[in-house]
């Protein structure tokens, strides 16, 4: 996906600078489109390991690497792998994570309607709610591109936006290259972005995060980190 071009044409015509938006729309950081963090307090060496796409068949065996180090994370799911395996998301709240809302089909945002947008975060809440008893707080755009609407959105369903200080990009890197940029990315306060699925794929290979997963938590608490979930993280005062 080309995002730039995507941009330019649909604002060519209005002269505005297709650069400038689409730092706007897809840059951790900016929150110019709908408000959105990206790191927790630094105040502690404390990590959020936080996880899209699921939850996919995979998603058990993570959990059991993630117990075994007694590590609390954050998992980003899509409305509808929900309601393709209930039984999973139910699995990872009660191992006592947290879930977020990553949307219903996982689309790009933009240049979508707002009507839509508000429908793709509306029906995913009301899928996680409904396999796991839980009501998400957070959101986490699809792609990291957010978009008109998106504001209001999040607004009316009590919402906050999430991105990312250090992504993965374990849907395409080996596990050595994972391990190594999220080590880079290994400060107080990070959000560390992996996925424990793949959009929508039906037994995804998530081979490569499980493994990375394996070698970088020993490796983080050697070097004297802990792990919290997102709403944790965001919280300067918890101990
Ligand atoms: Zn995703």
């Not at 995507?6 to 600078?17: F, M, N, P, R």
């Not at 689309?107 to 979508?112: E, V």
């Not at 992504?167 to 994972?178: E, G, S």
């Not at 990070?190 to 995060?209: F, K």
Request: aromatic share 6%; glycine share 8%.
């Amino acid at each position: 996906m080309d995002l730039v071009r995507v941009l330019e044409t649909a604002l060519g015509v209005a002269g505005v600078s297709a650069g400038a938006l689409g730092y706007a729309v897809r840059v951790p950081s900016s929150s110019w489109i709908a408000p959105s963090v990206h790191r927790g307090t630094v105040v502690r060496p404390a990590i959020a390991l936080t996880f899209d796409d699921g939850p996919s068949e995979s998603t058990p065996e993570l959990l059991e690497i993630l117990a075994s180090y007694g590590a609390p994370a954050t998992f980003f799911e899509c409305g509808a792998n929900v309601r393709r395996l209930p039984g999973v998301a139910r699995q990872v709240a009660e191992a006592g994570h947290e879930i977020g809302n990553h949307s219903d089909t996982h689309p790009l945002l933009a240049l979508k309607s707002a009507d839509f947008i508000d429908r793709e975060l509306s029906v995913a809440q009301e899928a996680i709610e409904d396999a796991t008893g839980h009501s998400p707080r957070y959101f986490r755009a699809p792609y990291g591109v957010r978009w008109f609407g998106l504001r209001a959105a999040q607004q009316r369903l009590d919402l906050t936006g999430v991105t990312w200080s250090a992504i993965a990009l374990d849907w395409k890197r080996q596990t050595p290259a994972v391990v190594s940029r999220l080590l880079k990315g290994a400060v107080n306060g990070a959000i560390l972005c992996l996925h424990d699925g793949r959009v929508l794929e039906h037994h995804p290979d998530i081979g490569v995060t499980l493994q990375a997963v394996r070698e970088l938590l020993p490796r983080l608490i050697e070097q004297g980190f802990h792990f919290e979930k997102v709403t944790d993280i965001l919280c300067p005062t918890k101990n």
